[in-house]
Each structure stands twice: as C-alpha cells, then as structure tokens.
C-alpha cells in the first residue's frame, strides 16, 4: 500500500545542478519525517538529509552542507532534494525514505523508494 517514487536522477557535470522528487502515498504524509539516503557502487548507504513532518527543520550530512537542499510539499504529497556544485563523490543510488522518528539511521526508516541514480562525470 505505502509507496515512494522517485524521480529526477540522471548524468550531470561535475559543478551542475540536480532536483529529485519522491511521491508518496498510501499513508498520511504529514504524519512521516523524510530522509534522502545515497550508496555509491561498493559503498553502504548512508544520509544525506532528513526534514520534520511540516518542514521546519532540517539536517544534512556534513559533506553537503550548503550545497544540498531538502524540502517539502505536503499538499503534494513530495519530498524533493536540491543538490548543486555536485562532485564526481556525490555519485550514486539515492533513496527517499520514511519514519516515525528523527534519525539519520538506515535502520529508522520504514518506508522506502526504488532508487534513482545520479551519475556526476568529470
């Protein structure tokens, strides 16, 4: 019933601009904190950025910081994920995901989407 979608991943330029989307449904969206996660080939998935259920708080991994920018639409259902000045390292499979809590561990979200890559080249 609960589903995520992501979308908006694709090949960028190193110092290019990307904005990923995930749609979710089959649960009261207000009611979910929203997290972005990425695995790079060979690596564990790990956060990238988290934000409260009405948007007025967020958190992002020290590594994008100030490049980075999660927010939310929740009459829309959509979380979105603004990444600029991308690197060759921001490389990777990024997740939206769900929880019930606030946390920038894999093992507290419950909900999560298929994937899209994002594919930064030099």
């Known amino acids: 019933q609960v589903q995520l979608d992501e979308s908006g991943g694709g090949l960028v330029q190193v110092g290019g601009s990307l904005r990923l989307n995930c749609t979710v449904s089959g649960f009261p969206f207000d009611q979910l904190r929203m997290g972005w996660f990425r695995q790079a080939p060979g690596k564990e998935r790990e956060f990238v950025a988290r934000i409260s259920t009405q948007g007025g708080t967020t958190v992002y991994e020290d590594s994008v910081k100030g490049r980075f920018t999660i927010s939310r639409d929740n009459a829309k259902n959509r979380v979105f994920l603004y990444m600029g000045y991308l690197s060759v390292e921001d490389t990777g499979i990024y997740y939206c995901?769900?929880?019930?809590?606030?946390?920038?561990?894999?093992?507290?979200?419950?909900?999560w989407g298929q994937g899209t890559q994002v594919t930064v080249s030099s």
């Open positions: 995901a769900a929880s019930f809590g606030w946390t920038d561990s894999v093992s507290g979200y419950i909900y």
